[in-house]
């Protein structure tokens, strides 16, 4: 039986296009959902055959009954893996405990660098000459958590927070699908804070020039 993914995305959804473009084997992702009407994502998903969900935030004047609610919808399906694909919420302890360790998130920034928002402006101000990307089993704390991969690419001194986030992309299209199809195949486990390969298989890490 193939390993159930339900996909949280807040928007474009290019993570979740990558994902689904690379065809995990062993994996189906059942649901995307999103907490925006207007997430682009959603459409793309549809024209796919993907089941969508919207559990739209902004009915919800407390963080914890809307992550209630949006428990509900994705309990429904039994996943394997619930993937934060460009999630915009910050979530609570309790969601994030009820899917520990099968809540994965991909986050713009070399962690435990800028966590947060605008990571990309952050490495350009701190004068970083190396920028990237991580995707992390996700904890209460926020943009914390074991570490599955990271991808990195050099700042050029003509950088701007849009070619920056481009190039960080492309590596974050290439390296989330090599993760979740790490996960599906049981291939890591989690030690305190470290992710180990149970394989010992190349390291998944990227770099782009
Ligand atoms: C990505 O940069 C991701 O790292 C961040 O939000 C962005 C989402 O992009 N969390 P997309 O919706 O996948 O295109």
């Known amino acids: 039986m193939k390993k159930k993914i339900v996909v949280l995305i807040s928007g474009r959804g290019s993570n979740l296009q990558a994902v ?19 997430a682009q994502g ?4 549809e024209q796919h055959g993907l089941t969508t969900h919207v559990v739209e935030h902004q009915q919800y004047t407390q963080r914890e009954a809307f992550d209630a609610a949006l428990m509900q ?3 429904h399906y039994q996943p394997d893996l619930v993937l934060l694909a460009g999630f915009m919420r910050i979530l609570s302890p309790a969601f994030c405990l009820h899917y520990a360790e099968r809540l994965i998130n991909i986050h713009p920034s070399l962690l435990p660098a800028f966590p ?12 970083c000459r190396v920028a990237g990307c991580t995707i992390h089993f996700v904890t209460p704390d926020l943009d914390c958590g074991p570490i599955i991969a990271q991808g990195v690419v050099t700042v050029r001194d003509d950088d701007t927070v849009e070619s920056l986030a481009h190039r960080v992309l492309q590596v974050e299209h290439q390296l989330l699908p090599q993760a979740v199809a790490d996960f599906i195949a049981d291939k890591l486990s989690i030690d305190g804070n470290r992710v180990r390969r149970k394989d010992a298989a190349t390291e998944i890490n990227c770099l782009l020039n």
């Open 73 to 75: 919808f994705i309990d």
């Open 116 to 127: 947060g928002l605008h990571t990309h402006q952050r490495a350009l101000e701190s004068g």
């Open 20 to 38: 689904f473009n690379a065809n995990i084997s062993g994996a189906e992702i059942v649901a995307v959902i999103s907490n925006r009407s207007d």
């Open 42 to 45: 959603l459409k793309w998903a």
